[in-house]
């Protein structure tokens, strides 16, 4: 079992605990269970046995479910059970659950503690570390939510042997963005492109995808500069999730991936264009078939509104340039719009 720790500048710590059959090591008292109808139907049994007398609420599952109505309706649970400021949530599911379970944590009583184990490709590289949660509001994602770091978080490989491959691909996004900015991971996934649905091959790299994560949120927690990074694609990704709504939030983030480095090509004269041509071809063997989106412009009016933007009428973006190096772009709306457009063209 591998340990790693996030210790904030605000003093906050977080410990990340990486390994194998995992669950049997949780030690901590439970005395709430959070998670979603999908995985409480496959694991039921298993959490029923552990917390047999714990109150347990499990949301319908899916990003559509990410709402005030499922956040209202735990924090409703949490009472009724009488929880106490000194008692402990586990969230036990996907990113969803992860981030509507750590908000309500954080709300319930001005914050109570909790433990996260993710189930999905996802939420173990990605969505659990950090201390992001939120739900969408409004037609923008994430836009109710509070930074609070979980307690414990454990990785526990075991899990992903039950995942469907389009799961794989959700996780795939986030990992491939990784390598975006780091130079070692990147050649890893070049290296071994014909293993990314290798599952012990991506069991082997998560804890690689975690550090990096973790050293990031470390150095900036509340996302005031370098961690800005982890946006990669996610500005596009967000558009096409909320317009399109036919696939993953990880097969979007890929989606985004292919227009991002196309538009660092046509903005910025000093990228690597053999490395985005590199990225994107890793992208593509990842999502494999790219499918047909919805209108581009459509897109383009959710990215308008996007929390991440800095100035009016400007979509903020954070797009690859060469291998390991990325870069912060305020693009005029009309301006992206129509990149998003002709980008389309091509690759759909």
């Given at each position: 079992?591998?340990?790693?720790?996030?210790?904030?500048?605000?003093?906050?710590?977080?410990?990340?605990?990486?390994?194998?059959?995992?669950?049997?090591?949780?030690?901590?008292?439970?005395?709430?269970?959070?998670?979603?109808?999908?995985?409480?139907?496959?694991?039921?049994?298993?959490?029923?046995?552990?917390?047999?007398?714990?109150?347990?609420?499990?949301?319908?599952?899916?990003?559509?479910?990410?709402?005030?109505?499922?956040?209202?309706?735990?924090?409703?649970?949490?009472?009724?059970?009488?929880?106490?400021?000194?008692?402990?949530?586990?969230?036990?599911?996907?990113?969803?659950?992860?981030?509507?379970?750590?908000?309500?944590?954080?709300?319930?009583?001005?914050?109570?503690?909790?433990?996260?184990?993710?189930?999905?490709?996802?939420?173990?590289?990605?969505?659990?570390?950090?201390?992001?949660?939120?739900?969408?509001?409004?037609?923008i994602k994430n836009l109710i939510g509070v930074f609070s770091q979980p307690k414990k978080v454990y990785v526990?490989?075991?899990?992903?042997?039950?995942?469907?491959?389009?799961?794989?691909?959700?996780?795939?996004?986030?990992?491939?963005?990784?390598?975006?900015?780091?130079?070692?991971?990147?050649?890893?996934?070049?290296?071994?492109?014909?293993?990314?649905?290798?599952?012990?091959?991506?069991?082997?790299?998560?804890?690689?995808?975690?550090?990096?994560?973790?050293?990031?949120?470390?150095?900036?927690?509340?996302?005031?500069g370098l961690r800005k990074c982890l946006n990669l694609a996610h500005t596009t990704a967000h558009a096409f999730?909320?317009?399109?709504?036919?696939?993953?939030?990880?097969?979007?983030?890929?989606?985004?991936?292919?227009?991002?480095?196309?538009?660092?090509?046509?903005?910025?004269?000093?990228?690597?264009?053999?490395?985005?041509?590199?990225?994107?071809?890793?992208?593509?063997?990842?999502?494999?078939?790219?499918?047909?989106?919805?209108?581009?412009?459509?897109?383009?009016?959710?990215?308008?509104?996007?929390?991440?933007?800095?100035?009016?009428?400007?979509?903020?973006?954070?797009?690859?340039?060469?291998?390991?190096?990325?870069?912060?772009?305020?693009?005029?709306?009309?301006?992206?719009?129509?990149?998003?457009a002709e980008i389309a063209e091509t690759l759909c």
């Amino acid at each position: 079992m591998k340990s790693i720790v996030i210790q904030t500048e605000q003093k906050t710590t977080s410990e990340i605990l990486i390994g194998q059959g995992l669950f049997s090591e949780i030690g901590e008292r439970i005395d709430f269970l959070f998670t979603d109808l999908n995985v409480y139907a496959f694991y039921g049994a298993k959490l029923r046995e552990k917390y047999p007398n714990v109150p347990t609420y499990a949301m319908h599952a899916g990003e559509k479910f990410k709402t005030k109505i499922t956040l209202l309706n735990l924090l409703e649970k949490m009472r009724g059970a009488e929880l106490k400021r000194g008692d402990t949530m586990l969230c036990f599911g996907g990113g969803v659950v992860g981030d509507v379970g750590g908000l309500a944590a954080a709300l319930y009583m001005r914050g109570i503690d909790c433990i996260h184990v993710p189930t999905t490709l996802l939420s173990q590289v990605d969505s659990s570390i950090g201390g992001k949660t939120a739900i969408d509001f409004g037609g923008i994602k994430n836009l109710i939510g509070v930074f609070s770091q979980p307690k414990k978080v454990y990785v526990d490989s075991d899990y992903l042997k039950t995942l469907p491959p389009r799961e794989i691909r959700c996780g795939l996004g986030e990992i491939i963005k990784h390598g975006a900015l780091d130079r070692e991971l990147f050649k890893i996934l070049c290296d071994h492109r014909d293993r990314l649905s290798d599952l012990d091959f991506l069991s082997g790299i998560v804890p690689r995808n975690i550090a990096l994560k973790a050293d990031v949120v470390e150095r900036d927690a509340h996302e005031k500069g370098l961690r800005k990074c982890l946006n990669l694609a996610h500005t596009t990704a967000h558009a096409f999730e909320l317009s399109d709504r036919n696939l993953s939030h990880g097969e979007y983030v890929l989606i985004g991936i292919l227009f991002e480095a196309e538009i660092a090509k046509r903005v910025l004269k000093d990228t690597d264009e053999e490395y985005l041509n590199e990225l994107k071809e890793l992208a593509r063997l990842a999502l494999g078939k790219v499918p047909k989106l919805i209108d581009a412009r459509e897109a383009a009016q959710y990215a308008r509104l996007d929390k991440k933007n800095t100035e009016q009428e400007k979509v903020s973006l954070t797009v690859p340039v060469r291998q390991g190096e990325y870069a912060f772009l305020d693009l005029p709306y009309e301006q992206y719009a129509d990149f998003l457009a002709e980008i389309a063209e091509t690759l759909c």
